[in-house]
T-cell receptor
Framework: GAVVSQHPSWVICKSGTSVKIECRSL??????MFWYRQFPKQSLMLMATSNEGSKATYEQGVEKDKFLINHASLTLSTLTVTSAHPEDSSFYICSARVPQTSNQGYYGNTQYFGPGTRLTVL | GQQVMQIPQYQHVQEGEDFTTYCNSS?????IQWYKQRPGGHPVFLIQLVKSGEVKKQKRLTFQFGEAKKNSSLHITATQTTDVGTYFCAGPKAAGNKLTFGGGTRVLVKP
């Protein structure tokens, strides 16, 4: 269980175009999804938290008008990179929050990641 | 703000040897999680530790949560080439469901 898909897996586009990336939870409902950006050999940088039915919350320094996030259903969040430029080239990964419980009740969240989208802007 | 640090950044291991990677948080954590990312892949959830001093094992991997719930370790015994990848620890941020990821330990195995 807890499978997350992402589409496309890679995309090459010209500078100035917009690119939409889809993130889907396949076998569970995800009220919260996350979008990360990862540069080569570096850690995951959280860009924003996507909340179903409400506006996304962005991390400091991330331009909300540049990276548009829509979480229209419990299984789909989209990230649109608007007017992409070469510096936007990166590996974009989404994840979905899966609450963890035990016989002692709720104790935390884990995240299940999609396979990622490699964006190259020429 | 909260910081999660991992050492070492790189770990070169001879196949068959053991090694340990460490994770330290600047704040007390309610839980700590470990993820593995293979080269060219995406992070995959390995385990979550919740209790102070908790130790969990997954085959050749042993995870430990410190008594003060500010640090954790991952020990791998008899390293295999399948262990190649980057291991990230992550702790929840004080508010909300977000995670703070450490910088990762990149493991390279020499056959």
């Amino acid at each position: 269980g807890a499978v997350v898909s992402q589409h496309p897996s890679w995309v090459i586009c010209k500078s100035g175009t917009s690119v939409k990336i889809e993130c889907r939870s396949l076998d569970f409902q995800a009220t919260t999804m996350f979008w990360y950006r990862q540069f080569p050999k570096q850690s995951l940088m959280l860009m924003a938290t996507s909340n179903e039915g409400s506006k996304a919350t962005y991390e400091q320094g991330v331009e909300k008008d540049k990276f548009l996030i829509n979480h229209a259903s419990l299984t789909l969040s989209t990230l649109t990179v608007t007017s992409a430029h070469p510096e936007d080239s990166s590996f974009y990964i989404c994840s979905a929050r899966v609450p963890q419980t035990s016989n002692q009740g709720y104790y935390g969240n884990t995240q299940y990641f999609g396979p990622g989208t490699r964006l190259t802007v020429l | 703000g909260q910081q999660v640090m991992q050492i070492p950044q790189y770990q070169h291991v001879q196949e068959g040897e053991d090694f340990t990677t460490y994770c330290n948080s600047s704040t007390t954590l309610s839980n700590i999680q470990w993820y593995k990312q293979r080269p060219g892949g995406h992070p995959v959830f390995l385990i979550q530790l919740v209790k102070s001093g908790e130790v969990k094992k997954q085959k050749r991997l042993t995870f430990q949560f410190g008594e003060a719930k500010k640090n954790s370790s991952l020990h791998i015994t008899a390293t295999q080439t399948t262990d190649v990848g980057t291991y990230f620890c992550a702790g929840p941020k004080a508010a909300g469901n977000k995670l703070t990821f450490g910088g990762g330990t990149r493991v390279l195995v020499k056959p």
